[in-house]
């Protein structure tokens, strides 16, 4: 094995890992104390979040566009199209203003 | 038993099933399309065969952390940083992990074992979001929305790496910045959770300054934290609210 299997390797070993072991460290747990539980639920919004904040932040005039095309769209008509309208006013903006 | 012919550990066909699951996975497919070219192509531009690149998408499954890993690829860098970076970038799944635990306490030890290798941000976030419309996330559902992300991910891996020069300019048509895109409805599925303003205004304050201080990929997995010991912090409330029925997606 060349030295790049091994990185691919032991990087598959410790992400299955983080996959699988949130679960096993809580399922040793009978009840979750409610507070536990409120974490939990705020997970999604919390890690999901920390995906676009920075990249917005970092962004620029046509990204910033093409986020906010893609919020307005959410409220209307849900995820799917939000992406596609996103995508495109992406393209387009960094079109015109790029 | 009374019914010899229900073999146990089969796949549990409960609605919503395999096919929910796959029609689940297209939205997914179109977001992810482009990185699966682009991580091949990037792959191939760090010296890493189609064979290697598409092996490494296939038994690490994650679009972020293998982006890290070829970025220091070829780089003067001990081969522990490299494994020590990935598995920082992928950090955040040990809270999926544990989420996620919660809806499938029903699987058998088997099935637990391996949905949680497909378990990525989309899979998260789509499992979430049947267990809030009050369904159950059945095991054929998750394979369901899963296996074709995956299979599609390993598949364009393979052919980014190998026809990666025939990609144009990827900043014109905006292939860089779909997944935050992506990512903003997500977040936004999540609006009726309790708390869903303050954990994403915690999470994003958080994230950006860890960002500009600590720097990438830190901020993902200090972010996160930020929001969820928020979450934790404010005083427990009685659940209430009933779940929507039916589904979600206008």
Do not use: C
């Not at chain 2, 992506?182 to 599925?189: H, Q, R, S």
């Not at chain 2, 009726?192 to 993902?220: D, E, F, M, N, Q």
């Amino acid at each position: 094995m060349s030295e790049t299997h091994w990185i691919i390797l032991g990087g598959a070993i410790l992400t299955y890992l983080t996959r699988a072991g949130g679960h096993l460290v809580l399922s040793r747990f009978d009840r979750l104390h409610p507070r536990v539980a409120a974490a939990l639920d705020a997970v999604p919004a919390a890690v999901l979040t920390t995906l676009v904040a920075p990249a917005a932040a970092s962004a620029g005039p046509p990204e910033l566009g093409a986020l906010a095309v893609a919020g307005l769209v959410f409220m209307r008509f849900g995820l799917l199209i939000s992406f596609l309208a996103g995508a495109v006013a992406l393209a387009l903006f960094r079109t015109v203003l790029g | 038993m009374a019914s010899p012919a229900a073999p146990s550990g089969a796949i549990s066909l409960s609605n919503p099933g395999l096919a929910a699951g796959m029609r689940t996975s297209l939205p997914v497919i179109v977001a992810v399309l482009p990185f699966g070219l682009l991580y091949g192509a990037l792959a191939a531009q760090q010296g890493l065969s189609p064979f290697d690149a598409a092996l490494m998408s296939a038994t690490i499954f994650g679009g972020a952390s293998q982006m890290v890993g070829i970025e220091l690829f070829g780089k003067q860098i001990s081969p522990w940083w490299i494994v020590l970076s990935i598995f920082a970038v992928n950090f955040r799944h040990v809270l999926y992990s544990a989420t996620l635990g919660r809806r499938i306490r029903h699987w058998p030890a088997g099935q637990k074992a391996l949905g949680f290798f497909f378990l990525t941000d989309a899979q998260f976030a789509e499992a979430e979001r049947l267990a809030e419309a009050g369904k159950p996330v059945g095991f054929a559902w998750y394979m369901g929305l899963s296996l074709p992300i995956y299979l599609t991910w390993v598949a364009e891996s393979y052919l980014g790496a190998a026809f990666g020069k025939l990609i144009g300019d990827t900043h014109a048509i905006g292939i860089d910045f779909l997944l935050p895109i992506y990512f903003l409805g997500l977040v936004m599925e999540f609006h009726k959770r309790p708390l869903w303003l303050p954990v994403v205004a915690a999470s994003a304050a958080a994230s950006i300054l860890a960002y500009w201080t600590v720097g990438s990929p830190w901020h993902v997995s200090l972010g996160a934290l930020a929001g969820v010991a928020l979450a934790a912090a404010m005083p427990p409330k009685p659940i209430t609210s009933e779940p929507p029925v039916g589904g979600d997606v206008p």
